[in-house]
Every structure is written in C-alpha cells, then in structure tokens.
C-alpha cells in the first residue's frame, strides 16, 4: 500500500521531473501539486520552510525535501518497485559520486549559460563541456554499456537524474543556440540520453517541447534582466 502520496512540484521543474520519473518507475500512484512561485503555497512554506522550494513529496502527511533525498526515500520505502538504487554498496556509492556530480556540477554549469550572457556566456559554456567530458569519461570507466540504462532495463537514480538535466538538452540548445550533446564527442552520454528520451516512462512524463522553450526563454529573460538591474 502506498497511502497517501503528494508532491508538490513545478511541470517545469528539473527537480521536480526527476522526483516524478522515480514514482513512475516504481508505479507509485500520486497526487501532483502545481506551485506558483510568485504565490507560494502555505503548504509549500510550512512544508520546507528552511529552503522554500520544491520538490516536496509529502507521505501520508509528512514531508520530504531535497529531491536526492526524496528518491533515495521511494526506493527505501517502497521495496515491491525496480531497485532505484543498487544493493551492493560499493555500486551504490558509485551511483551516488555521480547523481551528485550530475546534480551539483553539471547542473550548476549549465545554469551560468542560462544566466549570462556575452563573454562569460562563452566561459560558461566551455565549463559544460569540460564537464560532460568528465561524465562521458566516467561512464566509459564505470558504466561499458549493454543495457539501455545505467541501471538495466529499467530506470535508476541516475538514470532519472541524467534524464531531467540533460532530457530537456534540445530545448537548451534551441533557446541558448548552443550544442550540448555532440555525439561525436559524447558518444556514451549521447546514447545514453537518447534511450531515456525515447522511453514511453519519460515521453509521457515530459512537457511538449514548445512549453519548454517558451518557459526557458521567460526565465532567460527574467535572469539577465535582474542581472543587469
Ligand atoms: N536542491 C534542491 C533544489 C530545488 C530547487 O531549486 N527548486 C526550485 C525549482 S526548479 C524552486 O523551488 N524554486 C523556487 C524559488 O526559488 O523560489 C533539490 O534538489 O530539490
């Protein structure tokens, strides 16, 4: 029995995706909040209020913040799902050293190409690169191939982590004009990206294309505005 399963969250959230793409895997059913965040909930702030943000899953009445946390929390407490995380330890640890790198390098790499602009657009964008070629390296190194997932046939925590950063890697380069995903260069991460975007798991969970694009371009707009102020 699941109980009583909410998460609030943004459609547009990367955060938020990834939360929603472990419940998927799991076929937890779940009841989906949509947040405004220019009129934050009373439930959002009572929630988590120490950093006010979402995702937040709430459990039969209790809440859960931090997406990392909030998945490694669905593969422990819900044990009849695919595994999210491997058993063994070492290969957990493994699992863990890159959702983070993912999460908090990557991630944050791809953020300063968001928010700026000209030259030090440039730089940020060389930094992405630097560490997608980290990330093709590690999964060279740890991950050879076979399955279409770095965690088999179905999706992990690393797997969905990847997914809601570099899922959406079109709509990135459509709105910044710049190339992410060379397969020439990334050829590991390119297949890797592309089977998770052609799964019916992701397909179903992911916002049409356009939404993105227009919502990233509103966000671009307002960061390089204030940036400027
Ligand atoms: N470290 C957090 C980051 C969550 C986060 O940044 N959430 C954003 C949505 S993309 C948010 O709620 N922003 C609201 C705000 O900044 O006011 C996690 O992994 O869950």
């Given at each position: 029995m699941a109980g009583r399963v909410v998460l609030h969250g943004r459609g547009a959230s990367p955060y938020s995706r990834r939360v929603e793409l472990a419940l998927k895997v799991k076929g937890i059913e779940y009841e989906f909040v949509e947040e405004d965040f220019t009129n934050k909930s009373e439930a959002l702030l009572r929630y988590n209020p120490v950093h006010k943000k979402v995702p937040i899953l709430v459990h039969n009445g209790k809440p859960i913040t931090e997406s990392l946390v909030i998945i490694e929390y669905i593969d422990k407490t819900w044990?009849?799902?695919?595994?999210?995380?491997?058993?063994d330890l070492y290969e957990r640890a493994k699992v863990r050293f890159w959702a983070s790198f993912l999460h908090q390098q990557l991630f944050e790499a791809i953020a300063s190409v968001i928010n700026t602009d000209g030259e030090a657009q440039d730089r940020a964008v060389k930094e992405v690169h630097e560490k997608l070629k980290v990330l093709e390296e590690g999964i060279k190194g740890n991950y050879p191939g076979g399955s279409p997932f770095i965690n088999g046939n179905n999706m992990g925590l690393l797997d969905v982590v990847v997914c809601s950063i570099l899922g959406t890697h079109k709509v990135l380069e459509e709105v910044l004009g710049v190339k992410f995903l060379d397969p020439e260069k990334y050829a590991m991460v390119n297949s890797w990206v592309k089977a998770l975007t052609e799964s019916p798991l992701v397909k179903e969970a992911m916002p049409p294309h356009e939404k993105l694009v227009g919502i990233l371009r509103l966000i671009r707009a307002r960061l390089l505005e204030s940036a400027a102020a």
């Amino acid at each position: 029995m699941a109980g009583r399963v909410v998460l609030h969250g943004r459609g547009a959230s990367p955060y938020s995706r990834r939360v929603e793409l472990a419940l998927k895997v799991k076929g937890i059913e779940y009841e989906f909040v949509e947040e405004d965040f220019t009129n934050k909930s009373e439930a959002l702030l009572r929630y988590n209020p120490v950093h006010k943000k979402v995702p937040i899953l709430v459990h039969n009445g209790k809440p859960i913040t931090e997406s990392l946390v909030i998945i490694e929390y669905i593969d422990k407490t819900w044990k009849e799902g695919p595994p999210l995380l491997p058993r063994d330890l070492y290969e957990r640890a493994k699992v863990r050293f890159w959702a983070s790198f993912l999460h908090q390098q990557l991630f944050e790499a791809i953020a300063s190409v968001i928010n700026t602009d000209g030259e030090a657009q440039d730089r940020a964008v060389k930094e992405v690169h630097e560490k997608l070629k980290v990330l093709e390296e590690g999964i060279k190194g740890n991950y050879p191939g076979g399955s279409p997932f770095i965690n088999g046939n179905n999706m992990g925590l690393l797997d969905v982590v990847v997914c809601s950063i570099l899922g959406t890697h079109k709509v990135l380069e459509e709105v910044l004009g710049v190339k992410f995903l060379d397969p020439e260069k990334y050829a590991m991460v390119n297949s890797w990206v592309k089977a998770l975007t052609e799964s019916p798991l992701v397909k179903e969970a992911m916002p049409p294309h356009e939404k993105l694009v227009g919502i990233l371009r509103l966000i671009r707009a307002r960061l390089l505005e204030s940036a400027a102020a």
